[in-house]
C-alpha cells in the first residue's frame, strides 16, 4: 500500500507540494490532521500485530508450532 502511494504521488508530481504545504507546515490544523492521520495508522499497525500474536498463540497451543518462527513473534512482540 506505502509503495502504491510512493508512486501516486511521483507520478502526479507532487512531491514539491508536498514538501512546501504539508511536511514542512506549521499550520496547526495541518498538524493536527498530520497527527491524527499517523495514530490511526498507528493503531491499525498495532491492531494487526495484536491479531497474528493472537493468531500464533490459538494456533501453536494445541502443540504445534503455529505459523510463525520464533524469532518472528518475538519481533513482532517486541514492536507491539
Known amino acids: ?16 507540494y508536498l514538501w512546501n504545504e504539508w511536511f514542512t507546515s506549521v499550520d496547526h490544523k495541518k498538524l493536527g490532521f498530520m497527527y491524527i492521520a499517523v495514530a490511526m495508522l498507528m493503531l491499525v499497525r498495532g491492531f494487526a500485530d495484536a491479531v497474528m500474536m493472537r493468531s500464533q498463540q490459538l494456533l501453536s497451543s494445541a502443540g504445534e508450532a503455529g505459523y510463525l518462527p520464533p524469532h518472528h513473534y518475538d519481533q513482532i512482540f517486541t514492536a507491539h
Not at 1 to 13: I, R, S, W
Open 1 to 16: 500500500m506505502g509503495l502504491a502511494v510512493v508512486v501516486a504521488v511521483t507520478k502526479a508530481g507532487k512531491w514539491q
